[in-house]
């Protein structure tokens, strides 16, 4: 009994604490890996307002919150592209007030009105991200440069892949030659045949951290996020960054207002204080993936620019593909990743 | 003499399965190079960097807040109820007792999900107070199966003769009931307290924006790559549960021993 | 008397009820009906009445994953039991004092994360891992075993998370058993096995099958450790389900999957009470 009284006692200071705040808080559900703490805590010792910051790992993650949640439960969310497209379609985005953003124009030009929001009146650019082959060049000699090069029997149990299903199918069906969103039945029929052969030489699939199976010398070969491989490349300068001539894939995070946002005039506030070309340098060496933000490009160190897989050429974007939205496609997509696995 | 060996030998065995991987990972939040691969040096640093984290300390209460308010409501609720599916019979008691199965039988996820959608359904702020029901939901069914398996096997007479001799029913449970399914109990509260500890999936829809707590934090420490601040605070948890565990042992033995001295 | 009986009753069930009624029974409501509408493949759930999440499951792939769960999920419910049997009745044999000591022990890695400790395993099981650092040290073996990234390290990663949910339950059965029946069967000239058998499991039948089930279910919902120690190459039931919800966007036949889930764990029970016989005297089930 005794302990129940303190624990209700506790628990009225630790809420009691957290909501007397003048300059108000910001409810943040962000990527798990972009945002080092340090930038939160200089924006609060700054501003003053306190920010609760959630994470999650996909973007589907993401839209099963915003979506069950109660409206005004968070205040700014970084979807990325076909994620923007969809939560347009399904109103759960405020537009943002360009106003309230001063360093807009921050962001560079070519990553400004982009497919799936093309006047940005729901979404501003954060960071790119491309995938890229990683290659261990003290084991593997040979010369690879596509998908197709990946299927050679020596590489058996040799492979790291993302668990992704969107991307390794998409890379199937590009190194067969189709588009990485195609629908078509009989293309996937190929592409399941594909990935099965490449199977064999499947070590893991792992998007979290696929660096680890580098530098525990656990495969040779990887396909992952560029920043996971920046980060190997900078710990093993054995490994050789290679853009696959099918083409990467692509994924633009944005900032953007989940709808019935309580907070907003916060969360334009942290907005800005991210597209600060210092903040934002701070950010993007520390997890490299590719900035976007113009105002930056100065500041960066040449640790980042000389890393292939942190600066990625602008030609390899340019090439690049992105994930669509397949409508109910998405159902043999899932049914083929069930057959693989 | 040698069946005697081999027994602690097997016991010996079970034990390095148990806390090998936990050794493994106190000793690497001891090593200077920041991945979990080679030992390169022995450092303090993750544990200073650990206790400047604000939000870690912050996520910390929260947890301890969470899995101790849970625990101790379902652990009440779960023995009572245990008490009255064995005792009584009322409406509607078969389709309870099989709904008790859901939360042990659904996937987290899905309960997770489910719960938020009932959240929303009654326009809840997610708070603490959200979390910690949650916690509940999926503890209480623990904490009846442990008390109902002792209960099932607690001679029926025991309780007849209490309330013979003229006891009522809550004298019996206090007196006679209680005390005798007391290690269902514990053995309950401990498994609803464990479970609160570790949940990620249930509580990362059940959280609040402002209700991080520690398993959620380390999840989303562990999508960067499990670094040794991570096995550091692991280490200290690890270091509060023995001193918290082994303190409460030693005073139920105490207990134990007075008692059979009297 | 009658009246603090009546009391009691009311105590010791209502909030039972609304404990099932309000937190249970609604959310499941809410899968139940949620895995009869259609998905809109834009996020969304349109409010028609359909079969088709159901056909869907009975497609050979979805069946090939509903067969690897059982058989993960039995395998280590088999293996946590080899191993918390002798345990448990070798503790018996301890004096009390070392009997709380122990299970004080046996909890206390349970009460670190599962997540950081699955990662253990990691660090002992993989290529350069501790474990064949020291066979090959050793020269026990020459070239490094696979211990993970594949079915071993899923059924080590398993038994290591949920082997408390038997040991727990079996434990307070097994600290009940009377010793002079073991004597008698001794007596009797029953060997070892016989007793162990005729005696110990029928007498510890409840805490068996409650372990159990804590054990078996958990482990076809469990989807990180396919992930981490099967290298996400093995897809589970917890893994196809999480699928629905956090990458497919199918609520509807993630719903679905649960229930049918659900289900066939009821038939397990049932199965078992039959079998059993006995189920309802012995009261392990609930």
Redesign the interface.
Known sequence: MK??VI?LV??FL??GC?SKNDAG?V???NW??YIP?SVI?DFEKETGIKV????Y??N??C???I????PG??DLIFPSDYMIE??K??NLLEPLDREKILNWNNIADNYRRLDYDKENKYSLPFLAATTVIVVNREHIKDTITSYQDLLKPEYK?NIVLL?D?RIVIGMALQALGYDMNETNKEALKDAKEWLLKL?EN?????S??P??FF????VDIGVMWNAEAAIAKN?NPNLEVIYPKEGVAISIDNFALPKGAKHKEQAYLFIDYILRPEVMQEIIED?PYKNVNQATNLLLSSNYLNNPASNIPDYVIKNGHFVN????S??D???L???I? | MKKKYLHNLFLLLVFAFLYLPIIVLVIFSFNSSSLNIVFEQFTFRWYHVLLENRSLLEAFMNTMIVAFTSTIVSTIIGTISAIGIKKYNFIGKEFIQSLLYIPIVIPEIVLGISLLSIYTLFRLDLSLVTLIIAHITFSIPFVIISVRTILDSLPSNLEDASSDLGANKFKTFWYVTLPSIMPGITSGALLAFTLSLDDVIISYFTAGPDSNTLPLKIYSMIKTGITPDVNALSALILVVTIIILMTSTVLQLRKLRKETEL | MKNSNSIFKKITTIPLKFYAGILIFLPLLYIFILSFFRNDYYGGIIPDFTFDNYRMLIDVVYLKVFLQSFLIAFITTFICICISYPFCLIIKTKKETTQKLIMTFVMIPFLTNSLIRTYGWIVLLRKNGVINQFLMGTHLISSPLSLMYNYFGIVIGMVYTLLPFMILPLNSAVSKLDDSLLDASKDLGANRLQTFFKVVVPETLPGLFNGSLMVFIPAIGLFFISDILGGGKLMLLGNLIKNQFLTARNWPFGAAISITLIIITFIFVKLYKKIGGKMDDLGGGL
């Not at chain 1, 979506?67 to 109660?70: C, H, L, R, V």
């Not at chain 1, 499947?202 to 792992?206: H, W």
């Not at chain 1, 939205?325 to 109910?328: A, P, Q």
């Open positions: 302990k129940i624990l506790i628990i630790v809420t957290t808080v409810n943040i559900l798990s890996s703490d805590l609760n910051y959630g994470t790992s996909s589907e993650e839209l099963a919150k979506q069950s949640a109660k439960t968070y969809l939560m379609k399904r149990n668990d299903q199977k499947v070590k893991a699939f792992d979290d951290s660096k680890t530098l525990t010398n656990e710990k997890y939205n397949i409508g109910d998405i159902l997509y899932d049914k990743w069930a057959e696995k």
